[in-house]
């Protein structure tokens, strides 16, 4: 079993920066893809970002391109989400997730934090 934890979210202005991060327990996520999800009020879950075991090719949704870093410390057992440029539409619960196959649809995440939230103000 993995255990996730998000770091607090906060408030942040609208082109401010916020960086995330997670740590992971009971088990080394050092063979693991992470990823990180968010959902906004009355929408459904969307995908942030993805980093494969060895830190390699990093993956993004559309939205959120040049704007957000993921990346991780093994030797930590963390993943961190660094977000630049902040728009309001950026507001949402932040969760990270790990699956056992980069680039695979969300249901394949078997285990998830319990969120954070991001609010930015406009």
């Known amino acids: 079993q993995v255990q996730l934890v998000e770091s607090a979210g906060g408030l942040v202005q609208a082109g401010g920066s916020l960086r995330l991060s997670c740590a992971a327990s009971g088990r080394s996520i050092s063979t693991y893809t992470m990823g990180w999800f968010r959902q906004a009020p009355g929408k459904e879950r969307e995908f942030v970002a993805a980093i494969p075991w060895n830190g390699g090719i990093t993956t993004y949704g559309d939205s959120v391109k040049g704007r957000f870093t993921i990346s991780r410390d093994n030797a930590k057992n963390t993943v961190y989400l660094q977000m630049n440029s902040l728009k309001p539409e950026d507001t949402a619960v932040y969760y990270c997730?790990?699956?056992?196959?980069?680039?695979?649809?969300?249901?394949?995440?078997?285990?998830w934090g319990q969120g954070t939230q991001v609010t930015v103000s406009s």
């Open positions: 997730a790990a699956t056992t196959r980069f680039g695979g649809p969300q249901s394949e995440y078997s285990y």
